[in-house]
């Protein structure tokens, strides 16, 4: 099987051995009530596998092409917090895994596969299945995907592939303007990767949105945006925050595995540095909306699709690989940093065994930040490419600042599972 249009770029566009890029993949890491039982997390895997045979399958290269076939083999689930290469042969060829260690489970999957609402997906299901024999016999499923219940053709449905070819070449060459970036200001030491975990109670944060006309995602843009803002008011360039959508309910696919985003461009403009936070969050809250629109998104992702294809059609991996990397450092200039959430977890009956949630990822941004709300918290993950802590610092305080309780829970080098590299196949 071919891979599908939404998924051609974080298939192709990562490159093995750079850092910007690669492991071009996602852990989640969920913190239980109690130390996780191995044996039951093995045997949650064997139906979750089941239920999403989409997921369940492995890399082929064919010519100078990369396909997908049907894997049959088992899904690991190993002991400690090491990931697993994904797609080799430690791994039983799959691009998706789980581990545990403590009172952690660590859900590891390729950004090829699917984008988050995708992998939530997969380890609702999982962590259904484990919650159900640790606790709860009786747990109830809910809207959780499980094993037994007939699988909606709609699940293996690509809708990028549906789009219609464009010709790129009548359309006039987008502009594309400079934002501010952390690395024009500060002599700051560059680093693959360092992720500063942070938690909010929900329901103070809940009620700060509420009395200020904001969103929690448009919020985190905002307080970020505040936050460099403070720290670099004299710049030259405009700070740009790209806030990352779900795209499915545009393009009426609610239930597509595939990568199926888009970006708005939230820009804090000089204009507004003299407002109150509430006309503030007003003005934020207008550009989501305008730019959230269903024509707005199905033209963006029209457009996505022609260069994808585009790109797809070189005769040979490198050159393809070549392409869709390009692609990929596209957004590094365009924006100062990128917010991405996904929404509520709705975990069902499992989220009361849920301690902690937090979600690590590949960037080749400065600053990224990945939401997630889970069992009356906010699990916010910054990830940044340089070792300073000024710019965490300076967000932590807009919190503070605003009367919101945010802890720093950890900090760390957000490891991320390996994926096999394409020419090696």
């Not at 807009?398 to 394409?422: C, R, T, W, Y």
Request: charged residues 25%; negative net charge; contains cysteine.
């Amino acid at each position: 099987m071919k891979i599908s249009t939404g998924n051609l770029l974080h298939a192709y566009g990562p490159r093995p051995g750079d850092n910007m890029h690669y492991p071009y993949s996602v852990r989640l890491v969920v913190r239980m009530a109690d130390p996780v039982d191995g044996g039951c997390l093995r045997r949650a895997m064997e139906p979750t596998a089941r239920r999403y045979p989409y997921y369940c399958q492995k890399l082929r290269r064919q010519g100078e092409e990369i396909v997908l076939e049907p894997n049959d083999a088992p899904v690991p689930v190993t002991e400690g917090d090491a990931p697993l290469c994904l797609g080799s042969p430690e791994a039983n060829g799959h691009l998706f895994a789980a581990a545990f260690s403590g009172d952690r489970i660590y859900f590891d999957m390729w950004h090829g596969y699917a984008d988050g609402a995708g992998m939530y997906n997969v380890l609702r299901t999982l962590l259904y299945y484990y919650c159900r024999e640790r606790y709860e016999p009786e747990l109830e499923p809910g809207p959780i995907r499980v094993l037994g219940e007939e699988i909606d053709p709609a699940e293996a449905v690509d809708p990028m592939d549906a789009l219609p070819d464009v010709d790129l070449s009548k359309l006039p060459k987008a502009e594309r303007p400079r934002s501010f970036s952390p690395y024009d200001a500060d002599a700051l030491t560059p680093c693959p990767r360092k992720v500063y975990d942070i938690q909010i109670p929900e329901a103070p944060l809940l009620r700060f949105t509420s009395a200020n006309d904001a969103s929690p995602g448009t919020l985190v843009n905002l307080f970020l945006a505040r936050a460099i803002d403070g720290l670099h008011p004299h710049r030259d360039d405009p700070i740009v925050g790209g806030y990352v959508m779900n795209a499915r309910p545009m393009l009426g696919a609610p239930k597509s595995p595939a990568n199926c985003v888009s970006s708005m461009q939230l820009e804090y403009k000089d204009r507004m540095k003299g407002m109150d936070l509430t006309t503030q969050a007003t003005i934020y809250r207008g550009m989501t909306f305008l730019q959230s629109d269903e024509e707005r998104v199905r033209r963006t992702l029209l457009m996505a699709a022609a260069r994808y294809r585009m790109a797809a059609a070189n005769p040979t991996l490198a050159g393809r690989q070549e392409a869709f990397s390009q692609f990929m450092t596209m957004g590094a200039g365009v924006y100062t940093f990128t917010v991405s959430y996904v929404g509520k977890g709705n975990y069902g009956g499992a989220e009361k065994y849920i301690r902690e949630f937090w979600t690590h990822v590949p960037t080749a941004m400065p600053i990224l930040i990945e939401v997630a709300a889970i069992h009356g918290n906010i699990f916010l993950s910054l990830h940044q490419r340089f070792e300073e802590d000024l710019y965490v610092r300076a967000f932590l305080r807009q919190f503070e600042e605003n009367g919101i309780p945010a802890k720093l829970v950890h900090v760390s080098a957000g490891e991320l599972p390996g994926v096999v590299d394409l020419g090696t196949l």
